[in-house]
């Protein structure tokens, strides 16, 4: 295992969701987190099941062509899993009459947590929510994994990063999670999470969890060479 380029991709968080899984409200929990993940090898990723929804909800690709496009990819688990998801989404999504702007289509904010450390903060699409301009996220895990504050911190996080914007006061955000039915572990539907759901964190805090993130990534590299070391790994 390479524990120097697991590292310095968690210094580099791919996107916003799975950088807010490892934080906690407390340094211990998320120095494990972080640990967790160095020594975890994750097999495949969910994006290309994000650029689906995207074709879908801003090209106006058919449901038929897209689900025709997640059944040819290579991997078995992501074309399973998107399946799955789509299943989910692309339904909700025409039953909300919901269409993207294709001028955002690559809109992205790298927001600050550290000297030189930036968390992109990405939503999947934007539409036009009678009259107000709302960015939806998309998280397609099978489970809604985050904590209550957790999602504190996700939905400050995007407050701060893009509803700060003077161009975007008068905007809003959505994330949308598609867990799984607890009684068929197929199916899965979408879950809302708004703005207003929770009481986000304050500057002090939200300051307060940037250095509680740099400390504990200290704190996980003695956990992480000792776990190496007793699997004789190293």
Known sequence: MDVDKRFKKVR???SLPNWVLLNHSRR???????ARFVLGSPKFNLFPI???????VTLQVPKADVMSAVRSLKNSKVRTLGEEVLEAVLPWLEAENIRGLRVFQNFKVM???G???FVPVVPTFTFNDAGKLTFVF???????????????LLLTLIHEA???QEDFLDADALVLFTPRHKLDKKTRFVKRLRMGDVQFLTREQLVEQFDR??????????IVLQELARRGEI
């Open 162 to 164: 893009i509803l700060t």
């Open 111 to 113: 927001y600050p947590i």
């Open 50 to 56: 994000l650029a689906f929804i995207i074709d879908f």
């Open 12 to 14: 580099t968080p791919p």
């Open 28 to 34: 211990y929990d998320t120095s494990r987190s972080i």
């Open 138 to 152: 998309v998280i397609p895990w099978a489970e809604v994994r985050f904590n209550r504050y957790q999602k504190r």
């Open 115 to 117: 000297r030189g450390v």
């Open 213 to 222: 993130f740099g400390n504990a990534l200290d704190d996980a590299v003695p």
